[in-house]
């Protein structure tokens, strides 16, 4: 995942077909959803939760239109009550675990914060990942690259990026390779399809951060 995209040099995995597209890809561009005792549907990010899952693109678009097409009972074969607000919980969930992968390969010793150990760690070849807040100082940003064969993340905005390391707000990361970092990677792809549209991230309530 350069600037963009999905991750690179990733084996395909086991695949599952979208109820929205039609298309059948690596379900870790996929979010799987199960249906609940009382019959609703629920995101199921970690893939645990028992019977037989329901599985949509990780695209906002995707996602939208399966919630109006009424495509989740389609899928699961019997009426199922979908939360309207079904987006943005796969969005806030979503957003929860890519901060908490962060957080944990922090305590772990691989991710630092900060402009100059940020730097610091890039000049070494030391980071895998990039990660700057997508609300931070695009001036600011632009001094930094993504590391070579490496990855980017310009999606979080700086609150998020900020409980990550403990801090108020983080506009500059770095994540080493190893541990989670595949992890981070990939969830924050799937973060990228529910927030990124043309090149615009667009927050909670359709905002867009320039």
């Given at each position: 995942?350069?600037?963009?995209?999905?991750?690179?040099d990733?084996?395909?995995?086991?695949?599952?077909?979208?109820?929205?597209?039609?298309?059948?890809?690596?379900?870790?561009?996929?979010?799987?959803?199960?249906?609940?005792?009382?019959?609703?549907?629920?995101?199921?990010?970690?893939?645990?939760?028992?019977?037989?899952?329901?599985?949509?693109?990780?695209?906002?678009?995707?996602?939208?239109?399966?919630?109006?097409?009424?495509?989740?009972?389609?899928?699961?074969?019997?009426?199922?009550?979908?939360?309207?607000?079904l987006?943005?919980?796969?969005?806030?969930?979503?957003?929860?675990?890519?901060?908490?992968?962060?957080?944990?390969?922090?305590?772990?010793?691989?991710?630092?914060?900060?402009?100059?150990?940020?730097?610091?760690?890039?000049?070494?070849?030391?980071?895998?990942?990039?990660?700057?807040?997508s609300?931070g100082?695009?001036?600011?940003?632009?001094?930094?690259?993504?590391?070579?064969?490496?990855?980017?993340?310009?999606?979080?905005?700086a609150?998020?990026?900020?409980?990550?390391?403990?801090?108020?707000?983080?506009?500059?990361?770095t994540?080493?390779?190893?541990?989670?970092?595949?992890r981070?990677?990939?969830?924050?792809?799937?973060?990228?399809?529910?927030?990124?549209?043309?090149?615009?991230?667009?927050?909670?309530k359709?905002?867009?951060?320039?």
């Amino acid at each position: 995942m350069g600037r963009g995209g999905q991750p690179k040099d990733r084996q395909d995995g086991p695949e599952r077909k979208c109820i929205a597209t039609g298309e059948v890809q690596p379900k870790y561009g996929l979010i799987r959803f199960a249906v609940g005792p009382e019959n609703q549907i629920f995101p199921d990010l970690m893939e645990k939760l028992p019977g037989r899952g329901v599985w949509v693109a990780a695209d906002r678009s995707a996602l939208e239109l399966a919630v109006k097409k009424g495509l989740f009972s389609r899928a699961a074969k019997q009426a199922v009550t979908v939360p309207e607000d079904l987006v943005q919980q796969v969005e806030e969930q979503l957003a929860r675990r890519v901060v908490d992968l962060i957080s944990l390969a922090r305590k772990g010793g691989r991710a630092v914060s900060g402009y100059e150990k940020v730097k610091t760690s890039l000049d070494k070849e030391e980071a895998l990942i990039l990660i700057q807040a997508s609300d931070g100082s695009e001036r600011g940003k632009s001094k930094l690259s993504t590391p070579h064969r490496g990855y980017y993340i310009g999606w979080l905005t700086a609150d998020e990026l900020g409980r990550a390391f403990g801090r108020q707000t983080t506009i500059h990361a770095t994540l080493g390779a190893g541990g989670l970092a595949q992890r981070v990677v990939e969830d924050a792809a799937r973060l990228k399809g529910l927030r990124v549209l043309d090149g615009d991230a667009v927050h909670r309530k359709g905002k867009k951060t320039r």
